[in-house]
């Protein structure tokens, strides 16, 4: 079983900065592509980013490229979102996603998911 314990959301305000954290087990860390999604009230669940395992080779969705930052921290098993120059609409609730191997999650195949964690950005 995998598991992804997310942590960091909150309230920011617009142009303001968080940072989120996903923490998992050695053994996801080092063979699954890990990722962030997001979903806003009334929205469907979109992908924002990921990182694979294997060359930390990144991807990011267009909304947030030049603003995010993905990263993985192999000592503490846990992979990173930084959030900067936030907008009111980056508000929804973010959820960690991983996929077994150097497999991409932008078209919205994930094997596991996170609890999710609400980030909200007020004006």
């Known amino acids: 079983q995998v598991q992804l314990v997310e942590s960091g959301g909150g309230l920011a305000q617009a142009g303001g900065s968080l940072r989120l954290s996903c923490a998992t087990s050695?053994?996801?860390?080092?063979?699954?592509?890990i990722g962030w999604f997001r979903q806003a009230p009334g929205l469907e669940r979109e992908f924002v980013a990921q990182?694979?395992?294997?060359?930390?080779?990144?991807y990011y969705a267009t909304s947030v490229k030049g603003r995010f930052t993905i990263s993985r921290n192999n000592a503490k098993n846990t992979v990173y979102l930084q959030m900067n120059s936030l907008e009111p609409e980056d508000t929804a609730v973010y959820y960690c996603?991983?996929?077994?191997?150097?497999?991409?999650?932008?078209?919205?195949?994930?094997?596991?998911w996170g609890q999710g964690t609400q980030v909200t950005v007020s004006s």
């Open positions: 990182i694979y395992w294997n060359n930390d080779n990144t």
């Open positions: 996603a991983a996929r077994l191997g150097v497999a991409s999650m932008t078209g919205g195949s994930v094997d596991y």
């Open positions: 050695e053994r996801t860390f080092r063979s699954y592509t």
